[in-house]
């Protein structure tokens, strides 16, 4: 069960280039993130697209750094992207951000129980994640890998080696605690849990395909490939909205 909130654009399943700033429209959801991977605005991305609701991305760096790395004024500045911006409100950190949209769309439970374990795999995957791409950056976290691809590397090898294979293993427990792992990760519709879910499962596959092959995760295998068919999601991967990781940090 999912809060009946009403769905903006249903069926427009569109997204728009938009370099005017990050105001976007006034209408519609405006997205604003890096052009350089699909990032942790993938998280956002894939709820936009499962709902079917238009968005339009602002990728432009310089707008980037204007109204949000170095933004000031107005209320609750940003740290850093992605954030979602709809009129005059704007809203960043992207697990508040996925909730927030989850609740318009449909992809919260309604049920408090099942909407506080949703938050609970939702921020699983983010940590998942985060240390995924420090492995990557293990000398200077923000700094770009190319310029750390050395030293790093004893931190990539040790996350592939012990880190990887324990995450991997926690989700396919996660997945069969219920429903014989056939089921969604939380109660009996799709939620944000689930595309979090997905993302991860991706990045992790393009990331490190040959340990994704190897491991044994046949619930979770099983779940991507579920996830990954629905209609509007199986649209928006094989369209040109999709952007490739950025093979150097599971971004
Ligand atoms: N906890 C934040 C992290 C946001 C974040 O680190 N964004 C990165 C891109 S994925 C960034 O642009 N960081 C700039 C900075 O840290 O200065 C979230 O989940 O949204």
Redesign the pocket.
Known sequence: MHQPYPVLHQDVNLIQKDLSGMSGSDEGWTLVY?DVCP??AEFLRLLFEEAGVLYTEVNDRDIIIKDV?KGEGGLYPH????VIKKGKFSL????VASRYLAGKFGLLPIDEEEAAHAEQVNLTC?DYIAEGRLAFHGIYP?GPYATQKETTQPYIDRFLESRLPRWLQYFERLLKSKDDGKGFVVGKSLSYADLGLLHVLRATEAQFPAAWEAEDVPALKAFKKRIEARPKLAAYLTSSRCQPFSGDSM?
Request: proline share 13%.
């Open positions: 890096w990032g942790r790395i740290f850093a992207p992605p960043s950190q992207t697990h983010h923000t971004m």
